[in-house]
C-alpha cells in the first residue's frame, strides 16, 4: 500500500491504495466519483477519461501511484448545485447523450478541446474527440454540441 | 384579464409532440450522476465471476479446483444449485443455464464464484480446472445443413419458414433475364459501451431481486420464475440506468441476472456480476451471421417477375431468439418491391458458436442487404441503372407487399428517392468522379439503397404479447407513466412523456415516467422491434383519454382545462377516491391479419420506408474504403422528437458503417479471437461522414400521435448503399461483409473468377448465372 496525495475537483485527497490500482477504480470505489464509466479497461474508448493536471487521460491506465500531488477534474466537477457547466447544457440540448455512458468522458475532453482550441475546427472536433467512443449518436449531435459550447466559449463572450 | 385568457386558451394549442424538449434523464447523465448498475453499492455485497467452457463441444469430464487457492472463502454455484429448470427460457428451454454434462459453445458458463473481494476472482476462476471430452462441432452454416455432425435436434434447424407469393415456378421460362447471386454477412457485436451486469439479492420470504442493464426487465423476470421454481411475486427486477444495448440487452440479461441470483440465494448476500470488455464480447450475443442465395427473373424492360431467395442464418448454439430474427429477415427478404411471384425459403441453423441474438434490425439488415446488392446486379444485366430498376418496381399504394399486405400508406417512394438524390447531388457526383477516378489512386463513387422496415412484432406478436400500460396521479396532482419499456438511450423516456403530456394537454414537466420495476409496473411488452414509439405510445396516450374520462366523469374536469385545473382535479381525486389511474390494453386493430402456418397477411402494423445514399473513396494504395458522406431519407410516421429521431438515424446509419467497413468479429475453433475494443474496431468520429438526415411524415393511425417505429430502420440500408458506392467507384461487385482492406486487397490482387463478380451481359448471354452456388438442398418446411 502507498499513501497517495491529490487533488480531485478543487478538494485534496490522501488515501491508502496499492500502487498500482488503478486511478479509475479509485476514482470509482474509494472516492465514490462514479460518473467516471469504464467501457473497455484498455484505453480504448475513453469513458474513463479525466483530466489530469489539465491533460486527458484514460484514468483505467494510471497507476494511482502516478497521480501523486496531481491536479484531477472529474464529471463531477463541472456543474455546481444549481447550474450546468455551458458544455454539459450543450450536449443537453443538441442530443449529444443519448445513453450517456460516454458523456462524461466525452465532456472532458471536450473541454479539453476547447481549451486547447476555442474555435475549432470540424476537422479538429472530430480528431479531439477521436479518442472516445460513442456507439449510440454516431457523433453528430455531439460534434454539435461542441461547436455550440465553442461559440459560448469565455473567449468569445470577450470578444462580443 | 388578457393575459389570463390567453393563459387559459394556451393548453388547447399546446404542441409538446414533435417539439424538442429535454430528454428526461438527460441533465442526471451529463452531470454523472446517472446511475448505472456497476454505480451500484449494497451492503455486504460480494463479487460474481463465471468459469466458462474453453472448447466448442465437448463432456465434461472432471472439475477439480486446484488447492492452491482457499476455497472456503468462496461461493460457488453447479448446475445442482439451480432451483428449478437448468434452463434460460426464450423461446424454447434448450438454453442452459449452467452446463452440467455437454457443452455447446466457447464461453458457456459451467460455473459460478463470489467472495467479497473482486481482484480475487480472476485467479480463482483460472484455478477451476475442467476436463473435457472432446466432441466433433460445426462452426458454419456450411457445415450445419451438411449434418455430417449432428449438434441440435435432429437436423442442426432451429426454425424453417416458406413464404410464397404467386406461382414463383412459372416464371422461369418467360424471363428475358435471370440474375443470381450469393451474398454473406459476418457476425456483428452490439458494442454497448456499458458491458453486461446485474446486481442480485435473495430473501427467503420476498424471494430474488435483480437489478440491471436490459431492455426487457419481464424477460428476466420469466427466466428467473423458471430457474428458481418461484411465482411472479416472488421475482422482482428492476432496470437499471442502461448504457446501450441496440438489442444485445433483449436476451441476455436473462443469463448474467439468473446466474448474480443464483450467487445470492446461495450467500444470502448481494451479488454483482459485471462484465469485463473482454468476456463480454467473449461470451455475449452478436448479430446472427447470415448467407443469402438470389434467383431473379427479370423482363427486358426490368421488370422484376419473380423470384427463388434462400435466407439462411447462423444461430449459434441454442434457439434463444433465432426464430423471431428469421423470421424477420425472411419477411423483409424482397424488400419495398412488388413482387409478382416469389418464394422464400428460410432456416435458422445450429453451430457451435455462442448463440447468436437480437441486435438492431433483427434479421432484417442481412436479408436486405442481399437484396439491395443483387438490385444493382440486375440492373446490369437489364442494361438500365439501380436507380432506374428501382423506379420501375417500388411497391405503390394498392399493391400487395410479399406477404399479401397491401400496402396502405399513401407513401411515394419516386418523390421521396428524388428528394434524396437531389440533396445528396447523387447525378452531377456520379458524372464528376467517372472524371476524377481516371486522374487519381483514390476513387470514388455513390450508391444508393431502398427498403421499408416492419415497425412492432411481427405477425400475431402484438397480440399475444397483449402489452398493459398503466399511469397514476401522484400526491402534486402530477402524472407517472408505469411501463416496462426500458430507456437506453433512444429516448423511451422523453417520447412517451411527451405523449403523455399531450393527450392530457398538460405540460411535459407534469409528466413523470416510474423505473422499469415488475413490482411496480405493468408487463408493457418488451422494448425492441422498433414498437415503443408505436404501439406502448399508443397505449400511453389512450390510457391518458381513459385517465381523462374518469376525471370528466366524476364531474372534476371540464372538456377544455389548463394545466392548473387538470392538477387539481388530480389531486382532487385522489382524495376522494384514494387514487386516480388510468390504463390501457393492447387491442389488435381490427384491420390486421396473419397466418402463422402460411406465412401470409399483415406482417406488422406499419412500415417505414426509406432510401439511403453513401459516398465513397476507395484508396487503391492502402485499400482502405471510407464512406465520405451520407444521406438517409425516411419516412417513419410523425416525428415525435425531432432531436432524438434524428439522433437515431445517425447512431444506426453509423453502425452500419461499421458493419459494411470496419467490424468483423474473427472466430478460431469456436473462440471469438478479438474480443477487445484494440482489435474490433468500431467507427470513431474521425471515421464518420457528416449524416444528412431527411424525415417524410405520414401519420399512421396505428400509432401514438402518428408515430411509426424508427429503431432499426437505419441498421438496414448502410451496407448496401455503400457496397453499390464501390461499385461504382472501382468496378468490383462484393458480396460479402464486412468488407476490410485486406479483403479488397486480397480481390484486387487475383483475376476476376468471372460470374457475379464483372458482369457482361452481352457476354452471358439471356441467363446470367454466377456458377458457383450448388443447391445446398434448403428443404421445404413440412
Ligand atoms: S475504460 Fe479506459 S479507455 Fe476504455
Ligand atoms: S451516448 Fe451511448 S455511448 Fe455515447
Known sequence: ?160 | MLGEISRMAAPASNQIVGTPVLRKEGVAKVRGSAQYVDDLELPEMLHGATVRSTIARGRIRSITFDPSIAWGEYIIVTSRDIPGKNTIVHLFEDHLCLADDLVSHVAEPILLLAHADKAKLPAAAAAVKIEYEPLPAVFTIEESESRQTAIWGEDNTFKTYLMEKGDPDSVWATADYIVEGEYTTGAQEQLYIENNGCIAEWSDTEGVTVYGSMQCPYYLHHALMLAFDLPADKCRVVQTETGGAFGGKEDFPSVIGTHAALLAKKSGRPVKIIYDRGEDMASTTKRHPSRTRHRTAVSKDGKLLGAEIEFAIDGGAYCTLSPVVLSRGTIHAGGCYFWPNLRVRSKAMATNIPPHGAFRGFGAPQSLFALERHMDKIARVVGISGEELRRRNFLHPGNHTATGQLVADPIDMNAMLDRVLSASDFHAKQARFVETNRRSPIQRGVGLASFMHGAGFTGSGERRLNSLVKLEADAQGRIVLLVSSAEFGQGTNTILCQVAAQALQIPYEQVLIAQPDTHRVPNSGPTVASRTAMIVGKLVQTACENLLATLRESGLLEEQHSAAQFCHACIAHREQHGSLTGEARYQSPGDIFWDDDKYKGDAYPAFAWAHYVAEVAVDTRTYQATCEGFWAIQEVGKVLHPTLAAGQIEGGVAQGIGYALYERCEYKDGHLRNNQMTNYIMPTGADLPPIHVLFEEIPSIHGAFGAKGIGELPMDGPAPAILNAIYSAIGIDFDAIPLLPEDIFARMMRQSSGGSEDLKPEEAGPYYSRSAPQDEGLEVPA
Request: with cysteine; charged share 20%.
Open chain 1, 1 to 160: 500500500m502507498s499513501i497517495v496525495s491529490f487533488s480531485v475537483n478543487g478538494e485534496q485527497r490522501t488515501l491508502d491504495v496499492p500502487p498500482m490500482r488503478r486511478l479509475l477504480d479509485v476514482l470509482r470505489e474509494e472516492l465514490r466519483l462514479t460518473g467516471t464509466k469504464e467501457g473497455c479497461g484498455e484505453g480504448e474508448c475513453g469513458s474513463c477519461s479525466i483530466l489530469m493536471n489539465g491533460e486527458l487521460v484514460n484514468s483505467c491506465l494510471v497507476p494511482a501511484l502516478h497521480a501523486e500531488g496531481a491536479t484531477i477534474r472529474t464529471v463531477e466537477g463541472m456543474a455546481d448545485e444549481a447550474r450546468l457547466h455551458p458544455i454539459q447544457q450543450c450536449f443537453l440540448e443538441k442530443g449529444g447523450a443519448q445513453c450517456g455512458i460516454c458523456t462524461p468522458g466525452m465532456l472532458l475532453a471536450t473541454e479539453h478541446l476547447l481549451a486547447k482550441y476555442p474555435n475549432p475546427t470540424d476537422e479538429q472536433i472530430r480528431e479531439g474527440l477521436a479518442g472516445n467512443l460513442c456507439r449510440c449518436t454516431g457523433y453528430m449531435r455531439i460534434f454539435e454540441a461542441v461547436r455550440e459550447a465553442a461559440s459560448l466559449h469565455p473567449s468569445k463572450a470577450q470578444l462580443a
